[in-house]
């Protein structure tokens, strides 16, 4: 029996795949064990707002009332951004790969049990939470830095609640990131 599938690279990406398991078990493990009661209601608040999409609704609301033609071209990129962003997400990625949300006895507080039933990979709070950041930081530099305050916390709240992998997160902010390259990309193309 020839065993031409024992080749290198499939050994490389078995051993890398291999990694990534114990590095995501490692990190989910201590992140949801060290965050203190203070630090985990403030990450749950910030999660709960986020929930839906309402923060980044809301910012946007306030930056086109608030930050005249630049804070509507902000608040119009950001929208987009996490529009697409929730697309690739939850309406293509969560379909294509199922993965199950991390091990119950990995996380030691109670909140293991409100988790949702989709797939783990990636995460769509974060993949919003980024695409929309992204997409203001060039068109309002401030305010872009005021969104990335709540959008690491989101990101560091999802796999603290145990809802998500380290990777699920990191996965979803390359989807945010990506979006939010693409609404650039084609607001550059829209005005030349």
Request: with cysteine.
């Amino acid at each position: 029996m020839r065993m031409e599938w024992l080749s290198p690279g499939y050994l490389l990406f078995m051993m890398l795949f291999a990694g990534l398991r114990e590095t995501d078990r490692r990190l989910t493990r201590r992140i949801a064990a060290c965050a203190t009661p203070g630090v985990h209601r403030t990450l749950s608040a910030v999660e709960e707002c986020a929930q839906s999409t309402k923060l980044w609704c809301g910012a946007a609301v306030v930056m086109a009332a608030a930050g005249g033609r630049r804070g509507r071209r902000a608040a119009g990129a950001g929208l987009v951004a996490l529009g697409v962003a929730q697309l690739a997400a939850n309406g293509l990625c969560k379909r294509l790969a199922d993965r199950p949300r991390p091990p119950k006895e990995w996380i030691p507080h109670d909140e293991v049990e409100d988790r949702p039933d989709s797939s783990s990979f990636p995460s769509g709070h974060t993949a919003a939470a980024t695409a929309f950041t992204a997409a203001v930081l060039p068109a309002w530099p401030a305010a872009g830095v005021l969104c990335a305050v709540p959008a690491a916390l989101v990101s560091v709240e999802r796999v603290q609640s145990g809802a998500h992998y380290p990777s699920d997160v990191a996965a979803g902010a390359v989807i945010g990131l990506a979006a939010a390259w693409l609404v650039r990309r084609q607001r550059a193309n829209w005005v030349s």
